[in-house]
């Protein structure tokens, strides 16, 4: 047989074997995409399920509060530049909740929980459109995000949270 028939015969199967190994590639890697998409999908919207994401506790007596939450909880208290006292609530994991003890400003000032959303403005209006009130209209904490204080239906206090750490 002529030398050249066999090199395109070899180079024919060599070439249909790169083909089939493509094909074969190509179809689990499509399947790892579909997968892959799921996941994409099903993340996003566990991650932007709103839940509570910081919290601020008000005290007449600073210190008596820290010792209070230092002994039951083991939290450990930062100390801050203003009257709000960062609070790691992890065993100085990075991970902890967003937390601080602040000076009471009212007498039936209450614990204030952050829900924490994707959009302040698109949670704003759904408060409105549900029942509650919006008390304090969105500000900006420059460098951290923005939040706003809401009234429920019930007139229980909470705050929105929007992380944003470009918010000025």
């Known amino acids: 047989m002529d030398s050249g028939i066999l090199l395109i015969g070899r180079k024919l199967r060599i070439g249909l074997e790169i083909r089939n190994y ?9 399947e790892v995409m579909k997968i892959g998409f799921l996941a994409f999908l099903l993340s996003c919207f566990i991650e932007s399920m709103p839940t509570i994401s910081r919290f601020q506790i008000p005290a ?23 009257e709000h006292w960062p609070i ?24 204030i ?29 420059p460098g951290k995000g923005y939040y706003s204080m809401c009234c ?8 929105l949270w929007e992380d944003d750490e470009w918010a000025h």
């Open 88 to 111: 790691v609530t992890k065993n100085g994991r990075e991970d902890s909740l967003a937390a601080a003890l602040l000076r009471r400003e009212k007498k039936k000032q209450t614990i």
């Open 22 to 30: 493509i094909c074969v590639q190509k179809s689990k890697i499509q």
């Open 60 to 82: 007449d007596d600073i210190e008596r509060a820290r010792n209070f939450y230092a002994e039951l909880f083991e939290w450990e208290f930062k100390d801050a530049p203003m």
């Open 113 to 141: 929980n952050y829900i924490g959303v994707p959009s302040v403005d698109h949670y704003e209006n759904r408060v409105r459109m549900l029942g509650g009130r919006v008390v304090v209209p969105k500000k900006t904490v």
């Open 152 to 159: 429920d239906t019930e007139s229980n206090l909470f705050a």
